[in-house]
Every structure is written in C-alpha cells, then in structure tokens.
C-alpha cells in the first residue's frame, strides 16, 4: 500500500465508517483508509464495562458535545447534542440498546425515493449481516427475558416490573423488538460481546478482529478539514483526488483514486461537506469558504428524537442509584464484574415499551392533532426548509407519509423505557438521597426539522447545530402525553408496588399546560440526530441519491445516519450499521 494514496478514504472510524472499511477490505485487493478525529477508547473500562455507560471520560473527552443554537421553543435554552469522537464513533458511548423501528418507516425511505430497494423487506438482510444474536440463558429467561431477545445479566427485577406496567396498560408484550412491528413492550436487546460480557462498539465489531489487515489502515487523531478537487471538474462529474486533515494542528493530504466516503456523522459529516466547498453558496459565503458546488440542502432536514423523563421515590435499594449512594458498595459490585462479570455493573437492562399514538391520545385528541397538522402542511414544510422550494416539498412529503401512519396506528410517536434507578434532568447533588424509578419518554416520530452548518472555515470551529426541536404542534402534543403516560406507567401494577411518590415532573405539574411547561425547561437531545445529508431525489431538496453519492459529485458517497430521510421509531445503532453494510454492498455492487 502506498503511504499516500488509497482506493477508498473513509471520512470517520465511526459506526457506518468502520462498517464500510471492514467489509471493503474483505478483498484484499481494496486498499482503505479510515481518518478518525479520536482515539482509540477501546482500553478503557468507561468503554467495555456495560454498566459503566455514561461516566467518567466517556462525556468529557470521548464525546463532540455539540452544543445547539439557543432554541426558541426551548425558553432560548442551549442544548448539548452528545456524539462520540472515538474509533467507534457515537458506539463508544451509547446506551447499547439495539431494536429496530416500524416496517412502515423504513418502507418510507423507499417511497420516498421510489426504490424497493430502501425497504423494509430489502434491507432485513443488512441489519442481519451487523449481528450475531445470543438468545438468553435459562436464568436470564427466568428473569423475564423472552426466547427471542438477546441480553445478558438482569440488573434487578424492576425493568421486569417497568415491561409489566406498560403491559398492564394494554401494550402488547413482544418476544422480538425487532421484527418490525415495535409496538409492543420487551426487554431490549443489547450490543454486548457475549462471549465475555463487554460493551461491543463500532471499533470492537468492525475493527480490533481485523486489525492487521494490510490493506486497511486507520488514522486516528486524524481531523479531516476537507475534501480535495480535480480541477475543472464541471457539475456532474466533481471528482475528489484526496482528503485533507489536521494532525496536531499540522495539515497533512492522502490521495484517493476511487471513491471519498463520508461517515463523520451527522453533524460531522455536512460541516466536512460544507468546509469543502459543497452547500448553500451563500452559507459558505458568509463563512468565508469559496463554493464549488451549489448543494443548497447539505445541512437541513436535521431531526432529533427528544428526550424526557418521569421520576418515582421507591424504597426498593437495588436501583443504579445504590451506586452512587454508597462508593463502597460501588466498588464491590466493579470488583465483582472484574472477577466474573457477574453485579450490578453486568448489565444495563431496559424494559422498552414502544408506544403507538392510541396508547398516548384519545380518538378525538389525535383527530384534532392530525386534522391541524394536515390544514398546515404547506405553512409548516415551507417553514422547516429555510427558503429552499424543493426541500419543502420533499418535508411535506414526509410529513403526508407521517400523518398517514399516525392515522394508521403505525407512527410510533414514543418510546416507553423503564430504568431501575434516577435518569432525568436533575443532578445528584440536588435531588433527594433516595432511590427511584424512572420512565423515559422519548419523542421519536418529530415532525419538526433543522439544520447544522459551519460559521467558519476554520475546520475546528464547531457547526452552528439548531434542531428547532418542538417547533410542531404534533410534537409537542405527544411529549406531553409521553409524561402523562409514563405517570400512569409508574403506579400501574407491579410498578406501584414500589412506588413511594411522584419526583418529577412533581405533583403541582397537574394540567397539561403546566407539565409543558416543565417539560420546556428540561427536555434533551436524545442523541439521535438524523437527516442533514438526506437520501432523497434532487425534486424534493434530497443530497444523496439512492446509492448514497452526492448529488453533482463523481465519487463522493456518505454513509451515516446523515441520510436518513426518514426518522425512525427506535435507538439508531442498528439502522446505521445496516447503512453501512448497505453501502459496502453498493460499492462492491457498483464496481463488479
Ligand atoms: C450518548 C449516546 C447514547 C446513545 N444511545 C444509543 C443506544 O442505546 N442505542 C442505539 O442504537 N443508539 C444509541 N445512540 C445513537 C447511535 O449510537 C448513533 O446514532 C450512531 O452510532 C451514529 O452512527 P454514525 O456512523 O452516523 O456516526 P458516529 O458513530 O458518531 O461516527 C462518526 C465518526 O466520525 C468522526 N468524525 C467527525 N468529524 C470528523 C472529522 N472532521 N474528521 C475525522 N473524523 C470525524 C467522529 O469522531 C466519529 O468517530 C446513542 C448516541 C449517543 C451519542
């Protein structure tokens, strides 16, 4: 391999990047380069010990912590969208929860770009190249687990007692959220590495079992700053001959002879665009970066799924709370996942209910929603796509299919997930020393959109990332219920058995008004951004076709949760590994 030039330079070792770079290198002919902003995090424990998730170093120097525009629907408040800056990418630091979403919504992409090939059906068989499933052992059945759902090690009995709330309110218990029809309750399969109990990400799946591949090779600490031009490549044929990016603030090049792929991440991955002179002339302008080519979508259709939460006391003791309750106890359970990967640190269990719009509004209530939602379709697709008329129809046409499945049953507008232990807005110190029972009700079918776009050339400013989380009525409408839901989730049976009183959102929250209101003040990113880069037809303001090239460009594809058209109903990590080993398909595809 040369030192300098590859057949294919992927842009971030993250989730999809590393997925395309390992299937890529199968042929030993193939030569790729991974250029990755991070470190390699696999040695430390905050990464491979499951129930370390989410402390420590993982949300300091692992993580982008991309911070929003102030949101105006948010009373101005600045939101911190989490994603990993790690070989692995955002799997370094995620929860590890690993279902799939609706059929329907998948199907969406399809009839969306009208291709069959972006469906449900057609696109089963690269979720199941991504996974290996364990199914449960005797003991974690006997726990609750069902035949078909992978997980290890059960943290207590209360996520059996959350997936018992949600089925006592009328959720149908599944054996299998991931079979498409997710409207149902279960316990979540997890990405672990069930051979010895450890977190499995992007790096331990798709990189460590082939390292020592010649013909790969990976850089991290690596920031890529922009894509390189031949010169006088005209539109259509805009042909990348290299990548350029900072290593210890010096600029370095590496050459490319077939193909760029971008897998930076949603954010990541339209800045390197935009930095390169790809996007909206007049953002890049105003940026000071010279245009190459006028691509006025790279950034928008950006949509996030949002997170809130209601908290219960319980008196129960073994919650994750004990943890941070008493360090001495805290260090006995570490030690004892040290010793035989057995304690409260085994695991990170979750009950997922996936709520349907029947289980969160009334027949009239939803009536009323969708009947407004429809009368302002155009006012709200022409607001959502900042000035471009092509984006406008293309977001009404997702908001029509939207709307459609809410009527339908079969837009999932909630994830119902129950966690032995505090999760919610308030930190340690200031909330009582107690144990508790947590709901979280995530908004997982936005119809709101934004967008992310640089403010600078300068490839180490960070974007300016603006959500517009809540800007639709809709949304804000289902999130209300989620907390109203998860309220009576927490003192149904057999989760009021251990129910000790309501924390938040707090018993003087009563009307709807008032728990929108709390909710305005605390909502969060629920780190699943999507969109900014998005897989539609050119007409309806898409960037990427449907084999993931840029528009205008010879060969520059992205592979990321960037081209997600479509929000899901779900935790993304097995979609965008199914991205990924898509557009590992499409490539060799291409080039056979
Ligand atoms: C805190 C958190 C919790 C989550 N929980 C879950 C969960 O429980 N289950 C689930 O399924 N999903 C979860 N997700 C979401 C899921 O992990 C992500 O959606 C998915 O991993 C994104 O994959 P990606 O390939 O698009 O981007 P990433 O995996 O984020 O990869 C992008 C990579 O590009 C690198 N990069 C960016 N810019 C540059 C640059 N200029 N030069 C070089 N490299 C660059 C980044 O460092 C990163 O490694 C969570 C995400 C977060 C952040």
């Known amino acids: 391999v040369s030192p300098l030039t590859y057949d294919y330079v992927v842009v971030g070792g993250g989730t999809a990047g590393l997925t395309v770079a390992s299937r890529l290198t199968e042929d030993k002919d193939v030569t790729v380069a991974v250029l990755e902003a991070g470190f390699n995090a696999e040695g430390l424990q905050e990464v491979f010990v499951p129930g370390l998730i989410g402390t420590g170093i993982s949300f300091t120097t692992l993580d982008w912590s991309y911070a929003t525009v102030p949101q105006t629907n948010l009373n101005g408040r600045i939101l911190t969208v989490n994603a990993g800056k790690a070989l692995g990418g955002s799997t370094i630091i995620n929860s590890m929860i690993f279902p799939r ?271 407004q939602a429809e009368a302002n379709l155009t006012n709200f697709a022409v607001q959502f796509s900042n000035g471009n008329p092509a984006l406008a129809k293309g977001i009404a046409a997702q908001h029509k299919i939207a709307l459609s499945l809410y009527k339908q049953n079969k837009e999932l507008p909630l994830e119902m997930n129950a966690e032995p232990g505090y999760s919610g807005p308030t930190a340690f110190s200031a909330r009582p020393a107690r144990n508790y029972t947590a709901i979280n009700s995530v908004l997982y079918a936005p119809l709101s959109r934004g967008r992310t776009h640089i403010t600078s050339s300068d490839p180490l400013v960070p974007p300016a990332v603006d959500p517009a989380y809540w800007a639709h009525p809709l949304d804000v409408a289902a999130q209300v219920g989620g907390i109203k839901l998860a309220r009576r989730m927490l003192v149904a049976p057999p989760l009021d058995s251990i129910y000790a009183g309501e924390f938040e959102p707090g018993a003087n929250k009563t009307t709807d008004a008032d728990i929108e209101e709390w909710l305005r003040g605390v909502v969060a990113s629920d780190n699943h951004e999507v969109g900014s880069l998005s897989m539609m037809p050119q007409s309806l303001g898409g960037v990427v076709d449907t084999s993931l090239k840029v528009y205008g460009t010879a060969n520059v594809r992205v592979a990321d949760a960037s081209i997600i058209p479509f929000p899901v109903s779900a935790h993304l990590s097995s979609t965008v590994y199914m991205i990924g080993e898509r557009a590992a398909d499409i490539i060799r595809g291409g080039k056979a």
């Open 101 to 371: 979403a609706e059929a329907e919504q998948y199907d969406a992409w399809g009839q969306l770009n009208n291709d069959s090939t972006w469906t449900w059906s057609a696109l089963l068989p690269f979720f199941k190249k991504s996974e290996i499933f364990t199914p449960p052992n005797a003991l974690q059945t006997a726990s609750g687990a069902v035949s078909k759902l992978a997980f290890r090690t059960t943290f207590s009995s209360s996520p059996r007692c959350g997936g018992g709330a949600a089925e006592s309110l009328g959720f149908p218990a599944s054996p299998d959220l991931a079979n498409g029809d997710p409207h149902a309750v279960g316990i979540a399969p997890n990405s672990l590495d069930a051979a010895n109990n450890t977190r499995c990400s992007a790096a331990c799946a798709y990189y460590t079992p082939f390292a020592d591949r010649p013909n790969l090779v990976v850089i991290t600490n690596a920031t890529v700053s922009r894509i390189l031009w031949a010169t006088g490549s005209g539109y259509n044929k805009l042909t990348a001959t290299g990548v350029e990016y900072l290593v210890n603030n010096e600029t370095k090049t590496i050459g490319v002879s077939e193909e760029v792929i971008l897998s930076a991440g949603t954010i990541g991955s339209p800045k390197v665009l935009e930095l390169s002179g790809v996007g909206n002339s007049t953002i890049l302008k105003t940026a000071g970066v010279t245009p190459v080519l006028d691509l006025p979508t790279v950034g928008e259709n950006f949509a996030d799924h949002v997170h809130s939460w209601a908290n219960a006391f319980t008196n129960i003791t073994l919650t994750k709370d004990a943890l941070l309750l008493n360090p001495a106890f805290a260090a006995e359970q570490l030690a004892l996942w040290y010793k035989n990967r057995t304690g409260l640190y085994s695991a990170a269990p979750r009950s997922l209910g996936i709520a349907a719009p029947s289980d969160v509004f009334t027949p009239a209530q939803l009536n009323t929603l969708i009947a």
